[in-house]
């Protein structure tokens, strides 16, 4: 990485030339110039600095900031075919906590300091780890996209950035006979939803996911559920993949039914009912859907 000095127009001032790199759309070379104060010694250290931070990435001849870097990283997300939540989520972390406090900073001045001290606020203020973890994300693909587009030089500051260790979850599981209860007490009121409570029991399935069940998932002489979709919900309700593969999802459930059957001792006779209520001769085939 060169750089140059030279005399400026007035006394004691010193222009100091940087190279900036190419500019992404008409492949030239770039230069950022800088106006110093001081004498000949002190403008070649400055000239130093100038020259490690262009090598860093955090020299640009742009105007941009980090509101114009977020604006298109969601466009261009958008254009990904991103999961309709995914984009909600970031939108929400956009609007709601990095436009306010960095929106208006420059990308060339943006640094990894800059974004510790952003996610050490929103922990004082009360914000939970994840929204921070949501917060870092997002800025990390936006200057990701950044990186790629030529805005800034060389490095994503995002990727330096340290935001707090999200706490692994150690979550306990219901006691048989609470699950129990809840059970008879739900197939009482509502047998549908006992059954959702059977199947998230024995299969660990999400509540998107158990919205998705059809019968054609069902393999009633094989005694296996495959889970392979999932609802999504922003302003319209929508169908999408799940988060886990497929086959994960079948060998858990294959192993989650030969244990969990046998614990509750509902499920077979859960489905004959269910089969029988909707006057189906033939078992879980042609019935809309396993949650009614």
Same mark, same amino acid.
């Given at each position: 990485?060169?750089?140059?000095?030279?005399?400026?127009?007035? *006394?004691?001032?010193?222009?100091?030339?940087?190279?900036?790199?190419?500019? *992404?759309?008409?492949?030239?070379?770039?230069?950022?110039?800088?106006?110093?104060?001081?004498?000949?010694?002190?403008?070649?250290?400055?000239?130093?600095?100038?020259?490690?931070?262009?090598?860093?990435?955090?020299?640009?001849?742009?105007?941009?900031?980090?509101?114009?870097?977020?604006?298109?990283?969601?466009?261009?997300?958008?254009?990904?075919?991103?999961?309709?939540?995914?984009?909600?989520?970031?939108?929400?972390?956009?609007?709601?906590?990095?436009? *306010?406090?960095?929106?208006?900073?420059?990308?060339?001045?943006?640094?990894?300091?800059?974004?510790?001290?952003?996610?050490?606020?929103? #922990?004082?203020? %009360?914000?939970? @780890?994840?929204?921070?973890?949501?917060?870092?994300?997002?800025?990390?693909?936006?200057?990701?996209?950044?990186?790629?587009?030529?805005? $800034?030089? $060389?490095?994503?500051? %995002?990727?330096?950035?340290?935001?707090? @260790?999200?706490?692994?979850?150690?979550?306990?599981?219901?006691?048989?006979?609470?699950?129990?209860?809840?059970?008879?007490?739900? /197939?009482? $009121?509502?047998?549908?939803?006992?059954?959702?409570? #059977?199947?998230?029991?024995?299969?660990?399935?999400?509540?998107?996911?158990?919205?998705?069940?059809?019968?054609?998932? #069902?393999?009633? /002489?094989?005694?296996?559920?495959?889970?392979?979709?999932?609802? %999504?919900?922003?302003?319209?309700?929508?169908?999408?993949?799940?988060?886990?593969?497929?086959?994960?999802?079948?060998?858990?459930?294959?192993?989650?039914?030969?244990?969990?059957?046998?614990?509750?001792?509902?499920?077979?006779?859960?489905?004959?009912?269910?089969?029988?209520?909707?006057? #189906?001769?033939? *078992?879980?085939?042609?019935?809309?859907?396993?949650?009614?």
């Amino acid at each position: 990485m060169q750089g140059s000095k030279r005399k400026g127009r007035r *006394p004691g001032t010193w222009e100091l030339r940087v190279d900036a790199g190419e500019d *992404p759309l008409t492949r030239k070379r770039q230069q950022k110039s800088v106006t110093f104060h001081g004498t000949s010694r002190q403008a070649d250290v400055a000239l130093a600095e100038l020259i490690t931070k262009s090598a860093r990435g955090q020299v640009s001849v742009g105007q941009r900031t980090v509101a114009h870097a977020v604006e298109a990283g969601l466009r261009q997300a958008e254009l990904e075919w991103l999961e309709p939540t995914t984009l909600r989520n970031y939108r929400t972390s956009a609007e709601c906590h990095v436009l *306010p406090a960095l929106g208006s900073r420059r990308l060339s001045h943006l640094s990894a300091e800059h974004l510790d001290r952003f996610y050490g606020a929103l #922990v004082e203020a %009360g914000y939970s @780890r994840s929204t921070v973890r949501g917060c870092h994300v997002l800025l990390c693909r936006v200057l990701d996209q950044a990186k790629r587009w030529g805005w $800034v030089a $060389v490095v994503n500051v %995002g990727r330096d950035a340290r935001p707090p @260790r999200q706490h692994t979850s150690n979550p306990k599981p219901v006691p048989i006979d609470v699950a129990r209860s809840m059970i008879d007490e739900a /197939a009482k $009121v509502n047998p549908t939803l006992a059954t959702l409570i #059977v199947l998230a029991a024995d299969t660990g399935a999400r509540r998107g996911e158990l919205c998705a069940l059809r019968w054609r998932h #069902v393999d009633v /002489a094989a005694s296996t559920l495959r889970i392979e979709a999932a609802i %999504g919900e922003t302003n319209v309700v929508y169908e999408k993949d799940t988060k886990r593969p497929t086959s994960t999802a079948r060998s858990r459930c294959r192993r989650s039914r030969s244990t969990g059957c046998s614990t509750t001792g509902t499920a077979t006779p859960r489905r004959a009912r269910c089969a029988a209520s909707s006057s #189906v001769t033939t *078992p879980a085939c042609s019935h809309p859907s396993p949650a009614g």
